[in-house]
Nanobody
């Protein structure tokens, strides 16, 4: 069984910073793209940032461009989200997501973390 465990959420004032981490553990042969999503109360879940398996390409939702940076450490099967200049509208539960395969011949399986709360006070 493969799990994603997020950490790093919390309460921060407007303009502050947080760094989220998400580590995959279990039987993993290969991990594909990794992504962060968020869901604010009463809103649909949205894709915030995504990074390719090599880390060579990233993309962000317009509202976080220039403030958030996604990165990954493939040796540790971990993805990070550095969040700077935080705004109250960034308040949400943040989820990491990826797909992996357990063996070379295995199927790709999509998995999600349990979520970590980020609250930005005004």
């Amino acid at each position: 069984q493969v799990h994603l465990v997020e950490s790093g959420g919390g309460l921060v004032q407007t303009g502050g910073s947080l760094r989220l981490s998400c580590a995959a553990s279990g039987r993993i042969y290969d991990i594909n793209t990794m992504a962060w999503h968020r869901q604010a109360p009463g809103k649909q879940r949205e894709l915030v940032a995504i990074i390719t398996n090599s880390g060579g390409a990233t993309n962000y939702v317009d509202s976080v461009k220039g403030r958030f940076t996604i990165s990954r450490d493939n040796a540790k099967n971990t993805v990070f989200l550095q969040m700077n200049s935080l705004k109250p509208e960034d308040t949400a539960v943040y989820y990491c997501n990826t797909n992996y395969r357990a063996t070379f011949w295995g199927q790709w399986t999509d998995i999600w973390g349990q979520g970590t709360q980020v609250t930005v006070s005004s």
